[in-house]
């Protein structure tokens, strides 16, 4: 589910340990207008987001969500490839226990057709 930047705001100072009013006090802001700010009742200019984002040492982006939806991006594709791995080998597995059957049935095979050496005669 896609959080709204009032919502990544709140949880971001959760995240962090700081109070409402910590978080007022960095933005130079009263503790109200931030409250404001988390319930999103004010329009945060792009000086406010990067404001909010420094107090947070955090990307504007992230702040916005378009860093989570590249992650989330990168995160798909990492286990598309992972699946396909995991499908080559164990294509390559199986093709390796069929070679090695087919390698025990030549050799039985073999011992069974195989004529017996004559016997060395020993004096007596």
């Known amino acids: 589910m896609m959080k709204t930047i009032a919502e990544k705001i709140r949880l971001l100072r959760l995240e962090k340990g700081f109070s409402q009013e910590n978080v007022a006090d960095m933005l130079g802001i009263s503790t109200t207008a ?3 700010i988390e319930r999103g ?14 107090v947070f040492s955090t990307s504007l982006g ?8 590249i992650t989330s991006q990168i995160q798909q ?4 490839k992972l699946k396909m791995e995991n499908e ?6 199986q093709l390796l226990k069929e070679k ?12 069974r057709t195989q004529v017996p050496a004559e016997r060395q005669r020993i004096g007596f």
Do not use: F, P
């Not at 090695?100 to 011992?111: C, K, M, S, Y």
């Open 62 to 69: 992230h702040l916005m969500g378009e860093e989570d939806a």
């Open 34 to 36: 931030y409250g404001d």
């Open 41 to 54: 009742k004010t329009d945060l200019t792009l000086s406010r987001l990067q404001s909010i984002a420094h």
């Open 100 to 111: 090695l059957a087919g390698r025990i049935i030549v050799d039985l095979l073999r011992e």
């Open 88 to 93: 080559k080998l164990r294509l390559e597995n």
């Open 77 to 80: 594709l990492e286990l598309e």
